[in-house]
């Protein structure tokens, strides 16, 4: 008969020495912003606080933040001191419960002594390095006093995007210690498969835990591809919904027509930043969230530059009709420098110029000359930056907006279906549909429109694939 | 078991009223569905049904149901009546005998093309919904709702049973139960004429031979005479070339073949696909899952399904943490002054140039360089060396890119119990990149008991003071 499947939930501590980033580890595995209080300052967190991870409505693992060990080397000399008499030689598990039973353990090393206690009362240990530090002593000692617990230990590498690390001595010195088994989890930056390397890590050391690592595992990629996908149908949503849009106007009297184009430019705005915001829920980001700066959208003037024929240029994107090049003379526009921030020069002329190219004369022409109307609908080139600009931001929503996103112009290579020959086909499609589009309120939801929307997110998550290959690579 | 797929449908159609008109208020429901000890689906049904409950657009669900077993209640009738109509077309009013080709063709004919029509779209395009009478039927349904909610409904339904594949079957399953309707009119129409009606039967050729008739109606007839369905025998038919036999025996075995072949052929198959429809389409039904991708339930897993619940302190803080604190030896101390390092033997790559030009640095001779500390051994002997010397003044350099700890602090206060005065050099402090760190240096050198000044953040000045050398007069040497 096989082992009766455990029931009761891993338990794991976050250790670590001061100022590592173990309470950002557990706000990451979590998903909980508010968890503990985080800062630079040294010995923030002085308290053992648990969290429950919930996959499925099912308590999976518990973890553990613990405060940071200060004075290891002290610490050791303490435990190394501890020898009754009687007793020939203590192992580490009994020389750690004499420890904590030993007045010391409530003086001068009681922050250390609510580490060990953590960790013998745990499952395993997820051991957080800092490796902008170099490997001392300190740290050695420590891992030894952590290894008298007698408890697996995960060494997870923190702070791994920094530009210069010690990440190869921190191996080696580990490695030496018989810690083999490391987690690379840059825990305010995780890279995508970090939280998944992580638990794969923790179930090789805890094998009768593995079924419930493996369903918070699944879990866990299950919401993810549902958050990829939703985000991918708003986006998809938004082009289906600007490709369709047409405004119509009388031909009679430029100022009607200019009126026209300068209502039609604001609804498309706000139809994108209706989109912006869904994204920005639906990933969680508050502009309050300390990284919400680290997004490519500053602030309105990335509403601005929409129009603006010189982030087109920019991008190598081209109006379907008319040259940028005229308009683009007086907007010398900053696009996103460094990935981070829009146009720090002002949109001049964004709409007067830009405007008018931006928008084309559209569709029927024969019933315009009759009627005395025209349609206008949003050029292609917008469309194209639409797609770019909303991918970039889906990309470096994913990667919580840190580090490694190239800024917009590096896309060009991966996007460059958006930047040249026809539209895809959805879209084209949607040009078709005036009904679709749900600029003006409402779209006609019909099977068709989504037959297109459904194609048209299959095509931007290949994209999106793309860039994301390109930026990890 | 919960959810079937009608909380689906409920949820789903709270998706698309939710896209159109906004989130609702669904504080209570979200409370609700979080203590349901289901997955996020279920969670996604609970809140979808608690919200129902006092919300007026879950009406709208069952209104759609409704009008939709209506919808096809009228089409059915529709589909009879003109079944009936069309066999009445077919025989005629008795004034001229029937033809039994043209007969068959007319009552079958359609039916047959639409078959073949249905059952290749199945073999190429297994995905497409095809199906005419499954889309009239959908199209008079959504006609008939009221806009919005209803709608919405319609709307769910479509997308729920597009994402299995299920529209065919559904669809599919409509369009026969039609056909089966025009059918069952057609044979309703037969009876009543052939019931009421006088009719003779004839088949007219200008080249075909007789035998072919003869055959035609012979491998027609097999099916329908399995069951005991009488068919016109071979003299029967070779006589009814082209004039009506008035022999009665001759008429009913034509009526009843006719009936025969509009039952096998015609009422029949369409019966048993429609069955056949319908039980892919329940069976289909529990397959249904709701599209967790879609924004609007992507954006309420956070709150439906947290990753996390806290447990809260499990272990409080202490209320004092101890400290160490700076001693000194003060006039006693005579010795040589004493420059040590710690933890200043791992070199981190950052800023290591701009580090390596301040350590180790070049002492003056008056000056005792003891090297870094960094393992237990090497301070322990250390300690033990500077408790002899006892040297006048002590430096200590530490690196401030480094936090600060208890154990480093209170190393500093240890060492600084065997000199005349300590002091802290925080070395290459100018080109530390993170200022913050230098700050907690500093705090936790105050906290030590060393004042601001007595902590060097400048080579030159911390080792002119260790030297002991007035600024001024080295500057002028």
Known sequence: MPEKTVVRPVRIAVVGHTNTGKTSLMRTLTRDTGFGEVSSRPSTTRHVEGARLIADGEVLV????????????????????????????????????????????????????????????????????????????????????????AVPLLPVLNFVRAPQTNESRWREALSRLGLHAIVRFDTVAPERDGERWLYEKLATLLDAWRPSLEKLLACRAREADARHRAAVLLVAELLIDVAAYRVRVMATGAGAVEAKVIELNTRVRER??????????????????????????????????????????????????????????????????????????TAIGALAGGGWQAVRQFGDRVLGSVTGQRQLAVDDGILRFLAVRQLHLLCALETRGHGAISPIHGLVDQVRQWREGALPAPLRKARAHREWSGVDGKAADGLERNRALEQLAELLATDAEAIRRAETR | MFPDWRARWLAETLRLHEADEGRQDDARAVAVARTHPGDAEARICVRAREMASTGTWASAVDAAGVRARFAMGVLLVVGLVLGFGSAMAVLGDGGRPVNVVWALGGLLGVHMISLAVWGAGLLIRPTETGSVFGRAWLWLAERMSARGPQVHAWHALFSLHRGQALLRWWLGGVAHALWLALLCGAVIGLLVAFSL???????????????????????????????????????????????????????????????????????????LLAVWCFTLLRSGRRRIRLDQGQPGYASLLERLTPASERIGVTDVAPETIATAHLGGLASLAAGAPVLVGVELNGEAPAEGQARAMEWPPTVPDEVHFAGALDTREQRRLFLAALSRAQPVRLLVACDPRLSPDRGTLSLIADLSRHAGECRVWLVAAATATDTERLGYWRDGLRELGLPPGAVFESMPEALEWLAGTPAEGRRHA
């Open chain 1, 272 to 345: 994108e930043q209706h989109c912006v915001d869904a994204l920005l829920e639906l990933y969680r980001f508050r502009s309050t969230d300390v990284d919400a700066d680290q997004l490519p959208l500053a602030n309105g003037e990335w509403q601005e530059d929409l129009f603006n024929p010189e982030s087109l240029r920019q991008l190598g994107i081209r109006f379907g009709t008319g040259a940028a090049a005229g308009a683009a003379a007086g907007a010398g526009v900053d696009l996103m420098v460094g990935g981070l921030t829009f146009g720090t020069a």
């Open chain 1, 62 to 149: 518990e973890l553990f933040d613990t405060p940071g060990m200060e004075d290891p080397m002290a610490l050791l000399e303490e435990l190394e001191s501890i020898r009754p008499e009687g007793v020939d030689r203590l192992d580490g598990p009994a020389r750690v419960e004499r420890f904590l039973n030993a007045p010391a353990a409530r003086a001068r090393f009681e922050q250390e002594a609510k580490v060990l206690r953590q960790l013998r009362a745990s499952d395993a240990g997820l051991y957080v390095i800092d490796v902008r530090d170099p490997v001392l002593a300190k740290h050695r000692d420590e891992l030894e006093v952590l290894g008298d617990c």
């Open chain 2, 197 to 271: 009606r006088g009719y003779g039967f004839v088949w007219e050729t200008t080249i075909l031979p007789a035998a072919v008739f003869e055959a035609w109606v012979g491998a027609l007839g097999a099916l329908p005479a399995l069951v005991g369905v009488p068919i016109p025998d071979g003299e029967v038919v070779r006589a009814s070339g082209g004039v009506a036999l008035v022999d009665a025996e001759a008429r009913r075995a034509w009526s009843a073949w006719l009936l025969g072949c509009v039952v096998a052929y015609g009422v029949l198959p369409r019966a």
